[in-house]
């Protein structure tokens, strides 16, 4: 499945690959630069199991709907599938299992204990109430139920699904396994086991591996302008706190427009998309009249001269049809899988370096470690130990992957998935192949 965005009205159709096909042209690419067994290699290239199941809804009305659900384990070498479950049209077997391989990279570069998972509903969740989401929810845990748990498969929100659903889906979870177990899925609310500084994580994540990225190409952060598609979790978080470390936030979007300003936003006056939706197009409407801030496409957005350029709204937005124009000194990947495959082969030979989605994002699934740690543990640790671990382990990961870029010539990206997969590799060669 493809996930087109509106922010890019004109892109060829096979420019846009599947999460599936984009995730193995991704391993196999970093198995030409990684010294690894290629039998490892060909393991990686499928998952453990997918697993298919009905959800049946009775809806507010009296009738019966029968959705279709999907939980993808890609690899547990290195510990229990983590990975988000979605409630959207287009969740499919196929996207999860691509999803699921990209989460497997992603753990394996922040060195988390655990491997790839993905799955989710079929079902737009707009259609449903939230007494219809709660019943789908907890029916889907129990579907789940033998294939999930703190030590086998730990789900987290994604795409359509929130801390609520997680609570709904533990709370499935415990009642019929007769004790509570917080630690079945992360990205809960603080009340039932929930980590302090989850949501703002991936954000903060993104931040981080641009200031490291401005550090490492010699400039200061209160020099450097930046460009944000997408003023959601990611996007907001990952502004206001390069705001607050002195950059200068140009431009900002929501799924309807952007709005830019040469001197800078004040983009603590800009409500996120969960303070209130689309509102970076009513704060624009606003400042009509106001002369220094412009009204932009998403498209333009893209193509401004920043110096970082945070891509955090949807995938396939930096394509081949516009990355010769992308005008940054920097791509730092906010969104998963913002830049395709052939884009990316341009941005290298234009020598625009880009940070990838599973180094920069990968705050979210960081801190949902840090989640699980607190659910075994049963503690609560404070925001600020979370966001300090949370420093420590993404300073932990950019050197890993800059020891790979400063030692072998890679584009960051290739150095990411160099670093995941040697440490896959590892493990599946000292574990064996059993039987
Ligand atoms: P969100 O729903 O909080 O915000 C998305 C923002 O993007 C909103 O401002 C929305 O108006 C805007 N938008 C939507 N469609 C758009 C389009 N076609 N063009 C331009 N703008 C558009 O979403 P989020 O949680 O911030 O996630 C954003 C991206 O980051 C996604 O790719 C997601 O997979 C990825 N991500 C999210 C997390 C997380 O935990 N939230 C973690 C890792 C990666």
Redesign the pocket.
């Known amino acids: 499945m493809t996930t087109p965005?509106?922010?890019t009205e004109s892109t060829s159709e096979d420019d846009l690959d599947s999460a599936l096909v984009t995730a193995r042209r991704q391993l196999e690419r970093a198995a030409t630069h990684a010294d690894v067994d290629p039998g490892v290699v060909e393991r990686l290239k499928h998952p453990t199991r997918v697993q298919q199941v009905s959800v049946p809804l009775e809806r507010e009305d009296g009738t019966v709907e029968v959705f279709t659900g999907y939980r993808a384990q890609h690899d547990d070498v290195r510990g229990p599938y983590k990975g988000g479950l979605r409630y959207h049209p287009e969740v499919s077997a196929e996207e999860c299992t691509g999803l699921s391989m990209w989460m497997t990279w992603k753990c394996a570069v922040m060195d988390l204990p655990f491997g790839g998972g993905k799955g989710g509903i079929a079902v737009d969740p707009k259609s449903l109430t939230g007494e219809e989401t709660e019943r789908l929810t907890r029916r889907f845990a129990e579907e789940l139920r033998d294939a999930v748990g703190p030590t086998k498969d730990v789900p987290a929100p994604d795409?359509g699904t929130d801390a609520q659903t997680m609570a709904w889906f533990m709370d499935a979870y415990s009642m019929q396994q007769g004790e509570t177990i917080p630690g079945v899925v992360t990205g809960k609310p603080p009340v039932v086991g929930g980590s302090y500084g989850r949501e703002e994580a991936?954000g903060r994540s993104t931040a981080i591996a641009a200031r490291e990225a401005i550090q490492y190409y010699d400039r200061e952060v209160s020099e450097i302008t930046v460009a944000v598609?997408?003023?959601?979790?990611?996007?907001a978080n990952a502004a206001r706190l390069l705001h607050e470390w002195g950059a200068s936030i140009v431009a900002v979007?929501?799924?309807n427009s952007a709005l830019y300003d040469v001197d800078g936003l004040d983009v603590e006056a800009i409500p996120s998309?969960?303070e209130e939706p689309?509102a970076?197009t009513s704060f624009a409407n606003d400042l009509d009249g106001d002369d220094s801030v412009r009204r932009l496409s998403?498209a333009d957005l893209l193509e401004l001269d920043v110096d970082v350029l945070i891509p955090?709204?949807?995938?396939n937005v930096i394509t081949a049809d516009n990355a010769d124009a992308i005008a940054a000194d920097i791509v730092v990947e906010?969104?998963?899988g913002p830049t395709t495959f052939a884009a990316d082969t341009i941005l290298e030979e234009r020598d625009v370096p880009v940070i990838p989605d599973i180094l920069a994002?990968a705050g979210?699934v960081t801190v949902s470690y840090f989640e699980w740690l607190q659910d075994i543990n049963r503690r609560q640790w404070s925001l600020e130990r979370v966001n300090e671990e949370l420093e420590e382990h993404m300073l932990e990961a950019w050197d890993d992957v800059r020891a790979e870029v400063d030692a072998e010539g890679l584009t960051w990206r290739d150095a990411a998935y160099v670093v995941a997969l040697s440490r896959i590799a590892a493990a599946k060669e000292t574990r064996g192949l059993w039987p």
């Open positions: 965005s509106p922010a795409m991936p598609q997408g003023f959601g979790s990611v996007g979007s929501d799924v998309h969960h689309e970076v998403n955090a709204a949807v995938g906010g969104a998963n994002n979210g």
